[in-house]
């Protein structure tokens, strides 16, 4: 395999900055941190998820032939976002909350900050994954309008662990199951994902407008959609991080384990 240099040197560059920003997540724990078994399974669980959510939006929509025809004749916006929803939006945070449950079961975080963490640290691996597959010659501009989106799927990922975590939680103390929590936990995600991708690589309005070298209406609304949601998900992403970092007591008091 034919692998260029720029791509493995842009790769490490992302894993460095994104595990600093877990490593430090990591440490913030009270009373004690998490073991590093624990702190990287569910990194490897996240990288194994990129071809396989990537295989199934294939087959949903983007390898779907009959599925691209009958959404074309939709609305170029409501295209835009069943379009991405299919793609990735769907099948890429189905696969990220199914391994996270998978490693919630192995290593029984303790409390909701560590369910946060798990989660983040699927997304971590997810991003290694798709740095790595999308990035074949990286561009200085390419790599500058991706650099403040790289925290996404960490992000994405940390609000699925706090709301399963919120969810046992609630249970072991004595507030039922909580299902909407898990379905929340698994859709949200998704909808924001679905969102951020509608108005970006998957913008009809814009695409459209371009096969038809047309910049009217459609492109100008397209672009202001795109300018919204990049600016809309730096803020989601930052904000997720700060405010995991105000409320690390609170989460880590938030016990998800009985029989101490």
């Known amino acids: 395999m034919n692998v260029n240099i720029m791509t493995v040197v842009y790769v490490l560059c992302v894993i460095a900055y994104l595990g600093f920003l877990y490593y430090r997540m990591v440490k913030r724990e009270i009373p004690k941190p998490i073991g590093w078994v624990m702190a990287l399974v569910p990194i490897a669980f996240g990288m194994a998820t990129f071809d396989i959510s990537g295989f199934t939006g294939i087959k949903l929509y983007l390898g779907n032939a009959s599925m691209q025809e009958a959404l074309a004749k939709l609305p170029a916006v409501l295209e835009s976002l069943l379009g991405a929803f299919l793609g990735a939006g769907l099948p890429e945070e189905i696969y990220k909350g199914t391994v996270l449950i998978v490693a919630i079961l192995i290593f029984k975080p303790k409390n909701v900050y560590e369910y946060c963490l798990m989660g983040v640290?699927?997304?971590?691996?997810?991003?290694?994954?798709?740095e790595f597959a999308y990035m074949n010659t990286p561009s200085l501009g390419t790599v500058a309008m991706r650099?403040?989106?790289?925290?996404?799927?960490?992000?994405?990922?940390?609000?699925?662990g706090e709301l399963f975590g919120r969810a046992k939680y609630n249970r072991i103390n004595?507030?039922?199951l909580q299902i909407s929590k898990y379905i929340l936990g698994f859709l949200a995600p998704a909808v924001l994902h679905t969102i951020f991708d509608a108005f970006a690589s998957n913008n009809r309005l814009i695409l459209y407008s371009i096969a038809n070298n047309n910049t009217g209406a459609g492109f100008w609304i397209g672009s202001a959609l795109m300018v919204v949601t990049f600016i809309g998900l730096a803020v989601y992403i930052y904000w997720m991080l700060i405010r995991l970092?105000?409320?690390t007591q609170?989460?880590?008091?938030?016990e998800t384990v009985t029989g101490k």
């Open 147 to 160: 650099a403040l989106h790289l925290p996404a799927h960490m992000a994405l990922n940390m609000l699925t």
């Open 245 to 247: 970092k105000k409320k």
């Open 250 to 254: 609170e989460f880590c008091a938030m």
């Open 121 to 130: 640290a699927v997304g971590l691996g997810f991003t290694i994954m798709e």
């Open 174 to 176: 004595g507030k039922g």
